[in-house]
């Protein structure tokens, strides 16, 4: 199948031949596309790792993915992978496939949980979900020991950015006409002023995605929008807010002249104003919800984290690694994993 037709089946019939070779990767998530396939486009569903990654025949990739898989499924036997393929399908439901992507992103975390305590040889035991009553995800058993987990995935907290990077990782990887060193120049001004929102809606979509060609296609000088959303306050009520994206061909990047001491010292500081805020809060609420009753009765629980920092919590430097892992540290039964990596 060549890319340019948005008949989702005809992709839907290729990826199940590509993935014969894989067939973890073909039980878990090719019946998620086959149930939603009319429901979005083909560039959206190319977007989504999982897909981009079989389409492309991305070998590395998916003997990664499929030993990942291997190993759970063989902690937790096949009666047990039959649910999670069932699982994932009515979990991952939403009204954007950008909104997939992310549901995507928080069901993998519980894979990583299952996968972190299965690599520490303990035995995995899915909870099975209820709709009445907040559950963790899984217990995990070890030489008579016993604990209750619960996986939590914080995404990076400006979605526009993070569709951005992912459309545009879709533009230069599948359409030929954006290939080039301007779609890697594009600098974006966000409104660092604005709060925002929890997701993306269907109509942002729509806009960021036609913003982005007219920059490619019509090679604009100067372009920009304004995405409106409302955004609950503290209290619960909806507020109006919005942010402004505008680009400037040929824009010079200002120098950075801040001394590496003091980047590494904010990152510091704003590192562990996160972790006592929204992480706390996080731990708070899944030991109030979740993991509750089970902390009451005496049971043993963690909480497993998945964070997709912010690019500037994320520099290649050893010294935010260490930072990172000092501030992080410090909670015993909550496990962090940095995954800002993730698009």
């Keep these: 199948m060549k890319y340019g037709s948005n008949n989702c089946h005809v992709l839907v019939e290729d990826l199940m031949k590509k993935s014969e070779k894989y067939s973890l990767i073909k039980r878990l998530y090719l019946p998620i596309i086959a149930t939603y396939a009319d429901k979005y486009c083909i560039e959206d569903w190319l977007s989504v790792p999982y897909y981009e990654f079989l389409y492309r025949q991305d070998e590395t990739r998916l003997k990664i993915l499929e030993t990942f898989l291997e190993e759970i499924y063989n902690n937790i036997e096949e009666n047990e992978f039959k649910v999670l393929c069932s699982d994932v399908i009515s979990y991952v439901k939403h009204p954007t496939c950008n909104g997939i992507h992310e549901k995507l992103f928080e069901f993998h975390t519980e894979l990583e949980g299952m996968h972190w305590f299965s690599k520490k040889d303990y035995r995995i035991q899915r909870i099975s979900r209820s709709n009445k009553e907040p559950r963790p995800d899984f217990r995990a058993d070890k030489q008579g020991s016993s604990c209750i987990v619960e996986c939590k995935f914080i995404h990076a907290s400006n979605p526009i950015k993070t569709f951005i990077n992912r459309y545009t990782r879709f533009l ?11 779609l890697l120049a594009l600098d974006i001004d966000y409104n ?75 990152v510091e ?47 290649p430097w050893e010294e935010i690694n260490l930072i990172k892992n000092k501030i992080f540290g410090k909670d015993p039964n909550v496990i962090i994993k940095d995954v800002s990596g993730w698009v």
């Design 172 to 182: 230069s990887l599948f359409c030929p006409d954006y290939k080039g060193n301007e």
């Design 192 to 266: 660092i002023n604005c709060r925002f929102p929890h997701e993306l809606t269907k109509e942002h979509i729509g806009i960021v995605k036609l913003f982005i060609k007219e920059i490619i296609c019509e090679k604009r000088i100067v372009h920009e929008v304004v995405l409106a959303y409302e955004v609950k306050n503290s209290e619960g009520k909806k507020e109006q807010h919005s942010c402004r994206l505008a680009y400037t061909r040929g824009k010079p990047l200002s120098p950075c002249i801040v001394a590496i001491d003091d980047q590494l010292n904010f």
């Design 269 to 315: 500081g704003q590192l562990n104003d996160f972790r006592k805020d929204y992480v706390a809060r996080l731990i708070q609420t899944a030991t109030n919800r979740q993991l509750g009753k089970y902390v009451q009765k005496g049971e043993s629980a963690y909480l497993f984290i998945c964070i997709q920092f912010d690019k500037q919590f994320s520099p």
